[in-house]
């Protein structure tokens, strides 16, 4: 069967069922819909957009460039 969430469909999520990687579908052209077989099962939906992991990794890479130029100090009488 298909799950459809009433949430919308966005790049970014990543969906497992049971575990495994499920492909995510656009049902009715903006909701979020994942195949399951029939039974019980555990579907996890996870929003990781790219734009985050960017922004997470360029802070980082701010942080450290400000604090390795903080910790830089021109001392007096060095060439």
Known sequence: GLVVLSDNYFPGW??????????????????????AGS????IRMTYR???LVAGVALSALGALLALA???RRDRPGSA
């Open 14 to 35: 990543k969906a497992t069922v049971d575990g495994q990687p499920a492909e995510i579908h656009e049902v009715y052209g903006c909701l979020r819909g994942v195949v």
């Open 69 to 71: 130029l903080a910790g």
């Open 49 to 51: 957009p790219a734009s």
């Open 39 to 42: 039974g019980r099962h555990t």
